[in-house]
């Protein structure tokens, strides 16, 4: 005999984006020679930032072609790390950012840090974001009419 067990609903798995840690030694030219690896194999960085401290930095980079710089990396033996951000499309950044930031406090999705993306996909302004629950934060910003954008929205 079969039971009818209601439906359970799951949290929304929204489209994340590859980040690369690439670990470098704070000297002149470091960040120069990643991007330089990048651009030589046709992969665009798409969004950057940088922490330093005094022996070394931390540059934080979402490209065009993931895949494609994992192997990169890996070949040219270039110390890196990979974590999944998620890129919202921010149409009116003045208001729509107060109201990012309030949806994912409610939530209590916590946000370790941010960036902007250095193109503007489908014509409006985009941010990482990486936080502490990714789903979450797609599911909440889903919900309050956020755009999320995925690697293939992101890509040239």
């Known amino acids: ?28 030219g470091a960040m120069l ?11 665009h960085v798409v969004a950057l930032s940088v922490s330093e401290s005094t022996d070394s930095a931390i540059a934080r980079i979402i490209a065009s072609d993931p895949q494609g710089v994992e192997k990169l990396f890996r070949e040219n033996n270039v110390g890196f790390g990979v974590s999944q951000v998620v890129v919202v499309e921010m149409r009116e950044v003045a208001t729509q ?8 406090v409610m939530a209590e ?3 370790h840090f941010a ?3 250095l193109i503007r996909p489908r014509g409006f302004s985009a941010i990482a974001l990486h936080v502490d629950d990714t789903e979450c934060a797609s599911s909440v910003l889903t919900g309050e009419g956020f755009k999320m954008l995925s690697q293939d929205d992101i890509t040239r």
């Open 109 to 111: 999705v916590n946000v």
């Open 115 to 117: 960036y902007p993306l």
């Open 33 to 43: 020679e990643i991007v330089k690896l990048l651009s030589t194999h046709h992969t």
């Open 97 to 104: 950012l107060v109201k990012l930031l309030a949806a994912l």
């Open 1 to 28: 005999m079969t039971a009818n067990l209601p439906q359970t609903s799951s949290k929304l798995d929204g489209p994340l984006v590859k980040q690369f840690s690439v670990f470098l030694p704070n000297k002149v």
